[in-house]
Every structure is written in structure tokens, then in C-alpha cells.
């Protein structure tokens, strides 16, 4: 009788173990939402997400989105003025540093 209650347990935990590793959960990437938004590579217009390189013609105005400083691979994107000929119009600097 000891042999056979010793045989119950020992199939028991063995039909436990094997069914323990039976429901394996799959690992997810955590994506941070805000990390996204926040990135600044897309340029925004009339809630629409753009990419580098899309053109709006608004009103009379051609805007292209671009790199707010060229000389930088990961620069953020904005939307920049078209003239008549296809050249990028880049914001002026100010000449001048002010100090409070």
C-alpha cells in the first residue's frame, strides 16, 4: 500500500510539472507612447502626421517638411517655406544674443 500511495504522488507531481510549463506567456516590446510623440520626426498639419519630404500646398504658400537644421542626421522636422524656384526658405536667425 506504501509502494502504491508513493507511485499516486510521484505521477501526480509529474502530471503538475508538465502542465505548469504548458501555458508559456510571450514577452511584449514595451513602446512608450509618449517617447513617440515627443520623437519629432513627422511634421503635423491639420491633425495629419507627414513624413520628411511631403508638400502642402496651402493657400498661395508651398510648405515642404524638412530638417530644422540640415547639417544634423537627426534633426527635428518643420515645415519650411517653397519659393518659386523649389528652394528651401530657412526662419531667420537673430543677429543678435540677448541677456536678461
Excluded at 506567456?25 to 495629419?48: G, M
Amino acid at each position: 500500500m506504501r509502494y502504491y500511495f508513493t507511485f499516486i504522488i510521484a505521477v501526480l507531481c509529474l502530471c503538475f510539472s508538465a502542465l505548469s510549463y504548458a501555458n508559456t506567456t510571450r514577452t511584449l516590446p514595451i513602446v512608450d507612447a509618449t517617447q513617440l510623440i515627443n520623437s519629432n520626426t513627422e511634421c503635423w498639419y491639420d491633425n495629419k502626421r507627414y513624413s520628411e519630404g511631403a508638400i502642402l500646398q496651402v493657400h498661395s504658400v508651398t510648405l515642404i517638411c524638412a530638417a530644422k537644421y540640415p547639417q544634423h542626421n537627426n534633426s527635428q522636422l518643420i515645415w519650411l517655406k517653397l519659393d518659386k524656384q523649389g528652394n528651401l526658405i530657412y526662419p531667420k536667425k537673430p543677429s543678435t544674443i540677448t541677456v536678461n
